[in-house]
């Protein structure tokens, strides 16, 4: 039976197997009317996707806002209506709130922040598809060691973009204190002139603890300054390490800034972390360091040609820049745009966005089962007694792991 008559006409069949799925209405991605008995099920019909041969159709199902609004009350309801009207609008105010709102570790904001994302996503895919499928912003992620001057070429390179047209969403990942929980978030106090722009927006953000040095919610908050029409979203990260995998997995282009002078940079630097590199920028190359400067860019470009190749379309480039006297810059954005032309062109880029949605799905996961499991009752009844016997070496950390495992699984 043809898809046409199918919707004409509701198999049985179709439609209970459809049902017994976790979501109870759905939004079909089609252009015909639909059939009364669609719609008294609460399903919705809106317009065809015709592939290239004219003869199969895609039919996409997504659940529909009603099924994260239910249990709203008018209230919040307002409120969320507030932030995602503003931001779609483009005021600064509503998409800071926003942020905060997907940051805070209340559990009702928490529902908020998930009905606003979902709102914001199906904003997000209507535009794209007015933009003939392709990408709204350009993702970069940039990292390097503490002084390679992460945050004076941001302002040079973000003042070039702004006056260029763009708008650019900065978000600086502050590392927090172990023992207090604060972070200095002083990226903002030496970006002063691009803070002051009104076509940029920096948002610096807390780790609070979350290994790689990347926050659990910088994911969401790319997908909120997108929504917010910025156009370029630069993810600037602690550079300790593990932050550098944990940024890979969330931009389109990693970019690792290194400064001339650092000793054997070689040896100093993880063989990880420059895999991951498409483009590599050796910063501060003026004064009495362009000599070092073209050292170290040589030896990259040698190390560059070791490693394996990633992208069927794009070798990794070593480039010199200065932000003091501007060199290399206007070169180095010709660069990041030949980039995402070529890895747009080749289809790269849309798989790559694709994989890192599933790998960020599994990290959230993860972290909420933990902290499932941490709450838990009768594990959380057995967690200091087993801790302090691992403390005073009466119990291994294996051991320790597996008992309080076992008490969780048998919870019933």
Not at 144 to 166: D, Q
Not at 342 to 368: C, D, P, Y
Request: hydrophobic fraction near 40%.
């Amino acid at each position: 039976m043809s898809i046409p008559v199918l919707l004409l006409h509701p198999h049985q069949r179709f439609l209970k197997g459809l049902l017994g799925t976790p979501f109870r209405r759905y939004h079909f991605i089609s252009g015909l009317q639909c059939a009364q008995p669609f719609k008294s099920r609460g399903l919705h019909c809106t317009k065809w996707m015709l592939l290239s041969n004219g003869l199969r159709r895609k039919l996409c199902v997504q659940a529909t806002l009603k099924d994260h609004t239910e249990g709203l009350s008018d209230k919040e309801q307002r409120f969320v209506d507030k932030l995602y009207t503003g931001l779609i609008q483009g005021h600064r105010a509503c998409l800071a709130e926003a942020i905060t709102l997907v940051e805070s570790t209340h559990s009702r904001k928490k529902e908020l922040a998930q009905v606003l994302l979902q709102k914001v996503l199906v904003h997000h895919r209507e535009q794209e598809q007015l933009n003939k499928g392709k990408p709204l912003a350009f993702r970069v992620g940039l990292s390097g060691p503490p002084g390679a001057g992460k945050s004076t070429f941001i302002e040079y390179f973000g003042k070039m973009l702004t006056e260029r047209g763009h708008k650019l969403s900065v978000l600086a990942v502050d590392p927090s204190s172990c023992t207090s929980g604060g972070s200095l978030l002083g990226d903002k106090t030496r970006m002063t002139e691009l803070s002051r722009d009104m076509n940029a927006y920096i948002r610096p953000s807390p780790t609070s603890g979350t290994l790689g040095g990347v926050t659990r919610t910088t994911n969401e908050a790319i997908l909120l300054c997108e929504g917010g029409g910025y156009d370029i979203i630069l993810i600037e990260t602690v550079g300790v390490g593990q932050s550098e995998f944990a940024v890979a997995d969330m931009v389109d282009m990693f970019v690792l800034l290194l400064p001339p002078a650092g000793g054997d940079e070689l040896q100093g630097i993880k063989r990880g972390i420059i895999e991951m590199a498409d483009l590599v920028a050796i910063t501060k190359c003026d004064g009495d360091l362009i000599v070092p400067a073209r050292r170290i860019q040589a030896e990259y470009v040698s190390a560059l040609k070791l490693l394996r190749k990633r992208s069927e379309v794009w070798r990794p480039k070593v480039i010199r820049i200065s932000a003091k006297t501007g060199e290399g810059i206007t070169e180095m954005w010709d660069k990041m745009k030949e980039f995402q032309d070529l890895m747009l062109g080749s289809g790269e880029l849309t798989a790559k966005r694709r994989k890192q949605q599933k790998v960020w799905m599994w990290n959230l996961i993860q972290e909420n089962v933990l902290e499932h499991f941490k709450t838990h009752p009768t594990v959380r009844e057995q967690i200091p007694l087993l801790e302090q016997k691992v403390l005073r070496g009466a119990l291994s950390p294996g051991l320790a792991a597996d008992l309080l495992l076992k008490a969780f699984r048998s919870r019933d």
